[in-house]
């Protein structure tokens, strides 16, 4: 049971992994088409915030001095742009949460686990929680960049 749930993670994520570059290098190749500036544009265009009325900014203006808001960073826009932190943050953790399964489960065992396998599963929970921790920060930055 064991070897089935650790080759069945495995196999899960490297076919997750090989969708997940198939889906990027898809993308990618239809932004490089000649009409994917247009729907770029059009996109653009939807996502505006529609400007308060004149009146409603001249009496803003006198009541209370407002600060522009600041542009995001480079940094934060990079960031926004990049989305695979969320996909692969959940995958580690299902993966985790297997390898702790198959943990608890070989402490029933009369053979020993390898002492390897306690290190991999207790790195995969580190890994889970940097993927999450940087999905969060992903999804902050969007929001960050949608603002603008």
Request: net charge positive; aromatic share 10%; with cysteine.
């Amino acid at each position: 049971m064991a070897y089935l749930l650790v080759m069945g993670g495995l196999a899960l994520s490297v076919f997750f992994t090989l969708g997940w570059g198939l889906i990027c290098a898809t993308r990618w190749l239809a932004g490089r088409l000649p009409g994917a500036s247009r729907q770029s544009a059009r996109r653009s265009t939807r996502r505006t915030p529609a400007r308060p009325k004149a009146a409603t900014r001249s009496r803003t203006r006198q009541t209370t001095p407002a600060k522009a808001p600041s542009e995001p960073w480079r940094l934060t826009c990079w960031l926004a742009r990049w989305r695979s932190p969320l996909p692969l943050g959940l995958l580690a953790l299902l993966l985790y949460g297997g390898g702790r399964l198959v943990d608890y489960g070989m402490t029933y065992r009369p053979q020993a686990a390898p002492g390897e396998f306690h290190g991999l599963v207790s790195s995969l929970g580190w890994a889970a929680a940097a993927l999450l921790i940087l999905a969060g920060m992903n999804l902050l930055a969007l929001w960050r960049c949608r603002r603008q």
